[in-house]
């Protein structure tokens, strides 16, 4: 069975970064990718970034091109994700999935999801 952890959220001055951290169980790295989401109360989930052992990392959201940088610690079973210059706009529950393909193109049925975690953003 996949499970999956995200960890890291909290109060964050806008400006400042934050690394998320999401420890996986169940799966293998080799086979599957394992990616962000991000949602905001209210409105659709989204992707934020996917990393693959075929693609490497795969970023969705690309207008943030530059603040959002997934790596990912095999030997830890851990994916992370880094955001720098965060804005109030980021403020959301963050969760990480994963599924056993590519990460494109993302077939939302099939995500594995782990519980969230919140991103405050203050100005």
């Known amino acids: 069975e996949v499970q999956l952890q995200a960890s890291g959220g909290g109060l964050v001055q806008a400006g400042g970064s934050l690394r998320l951290s999401c420890a996986a169980s169940g799966l293998s790295f080799d086979d599957y990718s394992i990616a962000w989401f991000r949602q905001v109360p209210g409105k659709e989930r989204e992707g934020v970034s996917c990393?693959?052992?075929?693609?490497?990392?795969?970023l969705y959201l690309d207008s943030q091109k530059g603040r959002f940088t997934i790596s990912s610690d095999n030997a830890k079973n851990t994916v992370y994700l880094h955001i720098n210059s965060l804005k109030p706009e980021d403020t959301a529950v963050y969760y990480c999935?994963?599924?056993?393909?590519?990460?494109?193109?993302?077939?939302?049925?099939?995500?594995?999801w782990g519980q969230g975690t919140l991103v405050t953003v203050s100005s």
């Open positions: 990393i693959s052992k075929s693609e490497g990392s795969v």
């Open positions: 999935g994963a599924w056993d393909y590519r990460c494109l193109p993302l077939l939302w049925e099939d995500v594995n």
